[in-house]
Antibody, heavy 120, light 108 residues
Framework: QVQLVQSGAEVKKPGASVRVSCKAS????????IHWVRQAPGQGLEWMGT????????TYTQEFQGRVTMTRDTSTSTVSMDLSSLRSDDTAVYYC?????????????WGQGTLVTVSS | EIVLTQSPGTLSLSPGERATLSCRAS???????LAWYQQKPGQAPRLLIS???SRATGIPDRFSGSGSGTDFTLIISRLEAEDFAVYYC?????????FGQGTRLETK
């Protein structure tokens, strides 16, 4: 069965960086984009960007450009999301989700979420 | 960037009643590329509807979506206990992908 399993919760200080990983299984890894969506406490969903696991190409929203880096390891079917220069308002649950390459960007499977807390 | 505005913010209904949730876009959503998700506390969102009206795999037929252009609707025909959750609309016709702020469906 399709699974996206994310790494565990993180606590970071302001100014630090965090890496969240997303390991895919149950499908052909390179056939689906992986996206990152975050949700601040009690708030809505915010799309951060995406990576094409086949090519490694990325698209980031303007808000995160320069602070976020998404990479993939095809040998382990894992995507990582690095976010730098953390601020308190980066405290959120970060989700990975997939969408089919060459099709519309609908997120049919999601990871369980990773809570990142930024606090001094 | 397309801004999606959902209404109402909170909807209080009883099991068995009909729920009507609205999602309005700041500009026309190309190809009716509009999806709906359900999110329960502590869980990831779950895809319900794509293409404005196509139910995702395994979604009960009491969920239906409609609309085009800038106005979209999610209807839950007869609420069951497990339907009380937060619902988000999402457009995916252009970048950046954006979500509405959500409608909380609560038990009356």
């Amino acid at each position: 069965q399709v699974q996206l399993v994310q790494s565990g919760a993180e606590v970071k200080k302001p100014g630090a960086s965090v890496r969240v990983s997303c390991k895919a299984s149950g499908y052909t890894f390179v056939n689906y984009y992986i996206h990152w969506v975050r949700q601040a406490p009690g708030q809505g969903l915010e799309w951060m960007g995406t990576i094409n696991p086949s090519r490694g190409s990325t698209t980031y929203t303007q808000e995160f450009q320069g602070r976020v880096t998404m990479t993939r390891d095809t040998s382990t079917s894992t995507v990582s999301m690095d976010l730098s220069s953390l601020r308190s308002d980066d405290t959120a649950v970060y989700y990975c989700a997939r969408s089919l390459l060459g099709a519309t960007t609908v997120f049919d499977y999601w990871g369980q979420g990773t809570l990142v807390t930024v606090s001094s | 960037e397309i801004v999606l505005t959902q209404s109402p913010g909170t909807l209080s209904l009883s099991p068995g009643e009909r729920a009507t949730l609205s999602c309005r876009a700041s500009q026309s959503v190309s190809g009716n590329y509009l999806a709906w998700y359900q999110q329960k506390p502590g869980q990831a969102p779950r895809l319900l509807i794509s293409g404005a009206s196509s139910r995702a795999t395994g979604i009960p037929d009491r969920f239906s979506g409609s609309g085009s252009g800038t106005d979209f609707t999610l209807i839950i025909s007869r609420l069951e206990a497990e339907d009380f959750a937060v619902y988000y609309c999402q457009h995916y016709g252009s970048s950046p992908i954006t979500f509405g702020q959500g409608t909380r469906l609560e038990t009356k």
